[in-house]
């Protein structure tokens, strides 16, 4: 059996709890996915701070360029970056799924304030671990976002790499799909938007990404042993990290259905 099939049968049991978790049974409003795009749109913006880890490793981005050693991993690297940081937005103009995401929670309604704050102090010089303890976000949302950068600062690759290929969405697109489409209809075109960015993850995630960052990990982690339990235990912290996340929300939206019906 090779180390790559091991770590998936291992992530297994964690990921069933995700793609059956009880968040998707209150998914049932316009009201909810608001709930749902303002939790989860940290996920979607530390993504791209994993994908970057990982391309500032494996690829040259300094100046002079030197040739890079793994040119395989790098160019894995840099196809997936030209997809989530360049994309093509429903209206066929140039934006990163970060971008996406956030136009998709305005034609919902949903609150991008907070997150377009922490991006401003950041962009001002802000330090993100400072921010973090300043209280402004959600225990959930701050317990997954210092998982993703303990990885990213640990500076091993491998760690860096299993979090990005395991720890992210991969089969939940298809989840909230259906969601999604249950609502549309009665949704006027808020959701319209939400449901092409899921689209645009399953269409690259399925045909492309996923099968790119699983070649990613076994060229990194190779015959090392150390590699590949490193890299599991990385996989299994932002697996873990997803599911309070998803206990977080899930809460939030049966207190606020409960109060509803009260």
């Given at each position: 059996m090779s180390r790559l099939l091991e770590l998936k049968i291992t992530l297994a049991p964690l990921r069933d709890r995700l793609l059956r978790h009880q968040v998707y049974q209150h998914l049932?409003?316009?009201?909810?996915?608001?709930?749902?795009?303002?939790?989860?749109?940290?996920?979607?913006?530390?993504?791209?701070?994993?994908?970057?880890?990982?391309?500032?490793?494996?690829?040259?981005?300094?100046?002079?360029?030197?040739?890079?050693?793994n040119r395989d991993a790098c160019r894995l690297v840099n196809e997936i970056v030209l997809a989530e940081e360049t994309d093509v937005d429903a209206d066929g103009s140039t934006a990163s799924h970060f971008e996406i995401y956030l136009s998709a929670m305005r034609d919902a309604g949903a609150d991008v304030t907070v997150v377009e704050s922490l991006l401003e102090q950041l962009g001002n010089g802000a330090d993100l671990s400072c921010l973090l303890r300043e209280g402004v976000y959600s225990s959930a949302v701050t317990g997954f976002l210092r998982t993703t950068f303990s990885i990213i600062e640990s500076d091993d690759v491998c760690q860096v790499a299993a979090a990005f290929a395991f720890g992210r969405e991969e089969l939940l697109p298809d989840v909230f799909r259906k969601m999604v489409d249950r609502?549309?209809?009665?949704?006027?075109?808020?959701?319209?938007?939400?449901?092409?960015?899921?689209?645009?993850?399953?269409?690259?995630?399925?045909?492309?990404?996923?099968?790119?960052?699983?070649?990613?990990?076994?060229?990194?982690?190779?015959?090392?042993?150390?590699?590949?339990?490193?890299?599991?235990q990385a996989a299994t912290h932002a697996l873990e990290a997803r599911l309070e996340l998803w206990d977080s929300i899930a809460e939030q939206l049966q207190s606020a259905g409960s109060v509803g019906a009260a």
């Open positions: 049932d409003s316009v009201e909810a996915i608001r709930v749902l795009m303002e939790h989860h749109v940290f996920a979607v913006w530390d993504f791209m701070s994993l994908l970057k880890a990982l391309q500032s490793r494996l690829t040259c981005v300094s100046v002079p360029w030197t040739p890079v050693r609502l549309s209809g009665a949704a006027e075109g808020r959701l319209d938007r939400f449901l092409y960015y899921l689209q645009r993850h399953i269409e690259l995630d399925g045909d492309e990404h996923g099968e790119l960052a699983e070649q990613l990990i076994s060229q990194l982690c190779g015959q090392n042993e150390k590699a590949w339990t490193a890299a599991t």
